[in-house]
């Protein structure tokens, strides 16, 4: 199915929609040779509570000051960083490369109800834990009340 637009497209103006430029695994994978890709790809799950948006990231082996984690335009999340390559002695022969490395890049559209002050996360055995808790009920940060004279 084509989208003709923003008034056909379902996805429209949704968290989970494609507005913003967030390589998929597949995308990342054409046009890859023998060797390893120029851009790693962390794989993330996104689900939500009743109190929070929860996005964990696979990032093995990736140290803590290695990752990056801000929200950019007010709802943008943005996690990157650098899986590093090992160092190489002089002599070795590899025969196989398979555990991507460089640099990784994933951005998601935070919902309206996502809490951007108060984004807490860590890094624990390779998993990267982002946790946006969500807004109270009723509230938004882009309403204002006016007073009734």
Same mark, same amino acid.
């Given at each position: 199915?084509?989208?003709?637009?923003?008034?056909?497209?379902?996805?429209? =103006?949704?968290?989970?929609?494609?507005? %913003?430029?967030?390589? +998929?695994?597949?995308?990342? !994978?054409?046009?890859?040779?023998?060797?390893? +890709?120029?851009?790693?790809?962390?794989?993330?799950?996104?689900? *939500?509570?009743? $109190?929070?948006?929860?996005? !964990?990231?696979?990032?093995? =082996?990736?140290?803590? #000051?290695?990752?990056?984690?801000?929200?950019?335009?007010?709802?943008?999340?943005?996690? /990157? =960083?650098?899986?590093?390559? #090992?160092? @190489? *002695?002089? =002599?070795?022969?590899?025969?196989?490369? @398979?555990? *991507? &490395?460089?640099?990784?890049?994933?951005?998601? !559209?935070?919902? @309206? $109800?996502?809490?951007? #002050?108060?984004? /807490?996360?860590?890094?624990? $055995?390779?998993?990267?834990?982002?946790?946006?808790?969500?807004? *109270?009920?009723?509230? &938004?940060?882009?309403? &204002?009340? %006016?007073?009734?004279?």
């Amino acid at each position: 199915m084509t989208s003709l637009g923003p008034w056909r497209d379902p996805w429209f =103006g949704s968290p989970f929609s494609s507005d %913003i430029w967030d390589p +998929s695994p597949r995308e990342l !994978r054409r046009g890859r040779d023998d060797n390893v +890709s120029a851009v790693a790809h962390a794989s993330v799950d996104w689900r *939500e509570t009743d $109190n929070a948006h929860i996005i !964990r990231a696979d990032l093995p =082996g990736v140290r803590r #000051e290695d990752v990056k984690v801000q929200v950019e335009d007010g709802n943008v999340l943005q996690i /990157s =960083g650098e899986k590093s390559k #090992e160092k @190489e *002695e002089t =002599g070795d022969r590899w025969h196989r490369v @398979e555990r *991507e &490395r460089g640099s990784f890049l994933r951005r998601f !559209r935070l919902p @309206e $109800n996502a809490n951007t #002050e108060a984004i /807490s996360c860590g890094l624990e $055995n390779g998993v990267l834990t982002v946790n946006v808790p969500k807004k *109270e009920a009723g509230t &938004r940060s882009d309403v &204002r009340m %006016i007073d009734i004279a």
